[in-house]
Nanobody, 129 residues
Framework: QVQLVESGGGSVQAGGSLRLSCIVT????????MGWFRQAPGKAREGVAV????????YYADSVKGRFTMSQDRAKNTMYLQMSSLRPEDTAMYYC??????????????????????WGQGTQVTVSS
C-alpha cells in the first residue's frame, strides 16, 4: 500500500519561503513517477513539479519556474518542494502524488495529474500580500 504524508505548509508574506515535505511509504517498485500539485479554491488542479525515475529532468509549471525546486532524499523516502519568492497567487492546497507510468507516456505530459494514482491529504499554503 502506498502512503504519502505532506507537511510544511503554513502562512507567509509575499516574498517569503516555505519548504514542503512528503514522506512516501510504498512496496518496492510500486511507483516510478512523483511530484507536487496544487489546487486553489474554484480552480482546477495544477501540476507544480514532477519527476520520473527514467528522467534526468524535473518538470515545473511555468508559473513556478525559477522560484520552486523539487528534490528527493531517497534514504529518507522523502521528497521536498522548496518554494521561494512566494506570491499571493501561490495560495493553494498542495498535494504530493505518486504513480506508475511508462516513461514515454509520462513524457507526453509530465504534469498531467492522471499519471499519479496515489495522493497525500494535502497541506495548505497561504501567501498574503
Amino acid at each position: 500500500q502506498v502512503q504519502l504524508v505532506e507537511s510544511g505548509g503554513g502562512s507567509v508574506q509575499a516574498g517569503g519561503s516555505l519548504r514542503l515535505s512528503c514522506i512516501v511509504t510504498e512496496p518496492p517498485y510500486t511507483t516510478n513517477c512523483m511530484g507536487w500539485f496544487r489546487q486553489a479554491p474554484g480552480k482546477a488542479r495544477e501540476g507544480v513539479a514532477v519527476i520520473h525515475v527514467d528522467s534526468t529532468n524535473t518538470y515545473y509549471a511555468d508559473s513556478v519556474k525559477g522560484r520552486f525546486t523539487m528534490s528527493q532524499d531517497r534514504a529518507k523516502n522523502t521528497m521536498y518542494l522548496q518554494m521561494s519568492s512566494l506570491r499571493p497567487e501561490d495560495t493553494a492546497m498542495y498535494y504530493c502524488a505518486a504513480g506508475y507510468q511508462s516513461f514515454g507516456n509520462w513524457l507526453q505530459n509530465p504534469l498531467w495529474g492522471d499519471h499519479y494514482r496515489f495522493w497525500g491529504q494535502g497541506t495548505q499554503v497561504t501567501v498574503s500580500s
